[in-house]
């Protein structure tokens, strides 16, 4: 003990409670800052597993981000049953389905608040009703929706939340998990003290600290995200709309982030936008397969059934309170010549539009 | 996003032959449904001495499937349908110089679309016997399909066997999970159990000691010769020169020679040949031999 340290035990207590704020945690011990929204996510399901070795189910969607995916179809080898809820089109669950799949062989649920591809939020505070109804553990990785939508936890059932820091302007390699008080608990690293032990191993102090900050910031931008920003979101979606035909909006429009917009051009692939898009200075993600080095296109666009042709050129435009409305214009300016050098060499679209092409497929 | 060569950024940026030759008499279209890559080959072929006069192509794909679209259609032109059949997808690659392991996919591609636009040419049914499963190493751009197969065929039993046979897992080794699963399950369809450290299939080994001289170049050549069958398939192979104490000098022939992960190669070709004889070999390329003789 010496008094450098506790002033930076100071500042972890500060970042704490600025997190706490964020997300209206009714008490500051239940944020336990980890690594990343990964560790944050599979602490939370391997602890609702191994505090209840009797429940060998676990209830979650089909268009999860991998930390989740992955590590559940990890569990599914060793033997624990994961249901995924499907999506419509529209990336939407079905309540029906869920409600008829909890009961007391459930270990926990976990449903993410915004999807990472399209924005489309899941109403998490009544899936977590009905499942703390079931008598079952409610965890959701929202880790895209911090610092975009009011959260505030105390009014909800949700036991466990997932962050990640970088999605909130923190540094990479930060994260962190709610826990809500009395909620049963087992640790992913255990060793010291760090974290009330629940989360052993030396705290990443400076990023931690960032991570508080960057909580406080997004706590007073809250409703600039809601409408500054998403007034910029729409004006880049409009523009796209009218200026080049055959790509249409994926997700759920009328009920996701204010800074997302998933657009899909049709006849065209992801990559070789994305190309295009970085040599004009543009900044944007995709779905497509060859941008991860995986061969399928993004399984959030199978499972809304988004056809191959589609599915394998959408883009992700994501917004922050940093961008302005001239790099908005600039993005609409840039994108239809790009679209249309693309589709010029597409064997599935011609000069007068779609075109059929059937080719043999190996 | 990925480390694209200056060659493949060229041909993206700025396709050559780009759209469809208008009367074209050769027309290949193949596709992968599971990585929503596509294309169509459109050739004018000269009917008196089959020489191909114009080429063009349309793609539906990434940065690279378009690159390795355009090199083709410039390789192509000016041969005979016979001298383009010879163009293997490493030549695709090579032209580019050279592709992301997860992107060799790419150049399959386009030697596809060139066979069935010269069996189109000829009046031929052009079927594909060509599979893609998940890609599950991807330093040496081997998918689940091949590696399951190969295990089932060979009667592999372990992780080392999978990287002699198919070079998976001789890399990164990030694969070795998925590996070892594909081991599992196909062994356990066979009612058998995997386990990591089983004895190899291949070759029984024997003692180091207990071997003549003349045994143990017999072994280094049994160990080689159960090599080149998956180097041939890369379209290489591999020839011993010489045995000198510990040091084996080997040539690498075609597509090997040259190749980007010669020295991963030579160095799995290495430990091979120290499991095998239970003691320290060096694989030397045979035209480094001078270079280590002075050194």
């Known amino acids: 003990m010496h008094s450098f340290g506790n002033k930076v035990g100071q500042a972890l207590k500060q970042a704490r409670q600025q997190i706490q704020q964020l997300l209206g945690a009714e008490h500051e011990s239940e944020i336990i800052f980890t690594s990343c929204g990964t560790e944050s996510d599979n602490t939370a399901i391997l602890s609702a597993l191994k505090s209840q070795p009797d429940r060998k189910e676990i209830i979650t969607t089909a268009v999860e981000h991998p930390a989740i995916l992955t590590f559940c179809e990890h569990l599914e080898k060793e033997g624990y049953i994961v249901h995924k809820l499907v999506v419509d089109k529209q990336g939407r669950l079905d309540l029906e389905e869920y409600q008829d799949l909890l009961d007391k062989k459930v270990a926990i649920v976990s449903v993410m608040w915004a999807n990472n591809e399209t924005g489309t939020l899941f109403p998490v505070e009544q899936m977590a009703e009905m499942a703390h109804k079931a008598g079952v553990l409610f965890h959701t990785d929202a880790v895209q929706a911090v610092g975009k939508i009011a959260i505030d936890l105390k009014n909800t059932k949700i036991d466990m939340l997932s962050v990640s820091g970088h999605k909130l302007h923190a540094p990479k390699g930060v994260g962190m998990l709610y826990l809500r008080r009395n909620t049963r608990f087992r640790p992913l690293l255990r060793g010291g003290h760090q974290e009330r032990g629940r989360r052993a191993g030396t705290e990443n102090t400076a990023s931690i600290i960032g991570l508080g900050k960057a909580a406080e910031l997004a706590m007073q931008h809250i409703t600039f995200e809601n409408t500054t920003v998403k007034t910029l979101r729409d004006r880049l979606e409009q523009g796209i709309l009218a200026a080049v035909p055959n790509c249409f909006v994926t997700g759920d429009p009328d009920n996701r982030l204010p800074n997302t917009s998933n657009i899909a051009f049709e006849y065209i692939e992801g990559e070789a936008i994305l190309l295009l898009l970085n040599k004009a200075g543009i900044a944007a993600s995709s779905g497509s397969a060859c941008t991860s080095g995986s061969l399928e296109p993004s399984h959030v666009m199978k499972a809304m059934k988004i056809p191959y042709t589609a599915a394998h050129g959408t883009i992700r435009f994501s917004l922050s309170r940093y961008n302005t409305e001239a790099e908005i214009d600039r993005v609409i300016e840039a994108i239809p010549p790009i679209i249309t050098q693309l589709r010029k060499l597409s064997p599935y679209w011609s000069d007068k539009g779609a075109e059929q092409f059937t080719p043999t497929y190996a | ?295």
Request: aromatic share 6%; net charge negative.
């Open chain 2, 1 to 295: 996003m990925w480390d694209y060569s200056e060659k493949v950024k060229e041909h993206f940026f700025n396709p050559k032959n780009a759209g469809a030759v208008a009367d074209a008499n050769a027309i290949g279209e193949v596709g992968s449904i599971t990585c929503g890559d596509a294309l169509r080959l459109t050739l004018k072929v000269d009917p008196q001495t089959e020489i191909i006069t114009e080429a063009g192509f349309q793609t539906f794909g990434c940065g690279s499937a378009i690159a390795s679209s355009s090199a083709l259609t410039e390789m192509v032109k000016g041969k005979t349908l016979d001298e383009a059949l010879k163009i293997t997808n490493q030549d695709i690659a090579d032209f580019l110089e050279g592709l992301p392991p997860e992107k060799m996919h790419c150049s399959v591609m386009g030697r596809e679309a060139l066979h069935a636009a010269v069996a189109n040419f000829r009046g031929e049914e052009w079927s594909n016997d060509h599979e893609e499963g998940a890609l599950v190493c991807k330093c040496f751009g081997i998918d689940a399909v091949l590696i399951e197969n190969t295990v089932r065929e060979n009667n592999l039993r372990t992780l080392n066997d999978v990287t002699n046979y198919t070079k998976a897992g001789g890399g990164c080794t990030s694969c070795h999970e998925s590996i070892e699963e594909i081991l599992t399950k196909v062994l356990t369809e066979k009612g058998e159990v995997f386990e990591h450290e089983a004895t190899p299939s291949t070759i029984p080994t024997q003692k180091p000691y207990t071997m003549t001289n003349i045994q143990r170049m017999r072994r280094v050549e049994t160990v080689l010769e159960s090599i080149r069958p998956q180097l041939q398939r890369d379209r290489g192979d591999i020839e011993l020169v010489d045995i000198e104490g510990n040091k084996v000098y080997v040539n690498l022939i075609g597509a090997c020679a040259g190749c980007q992960l010669e020295f991963q190669t030579l160095s799995g070709i290495q430990q091979r040949l120290i499991e095998e004889l239970g003691e320290f070999i060096k694989v030397i390329p045979a035209k480094l031999r001078e270079q280590v003789a002075t050194a």
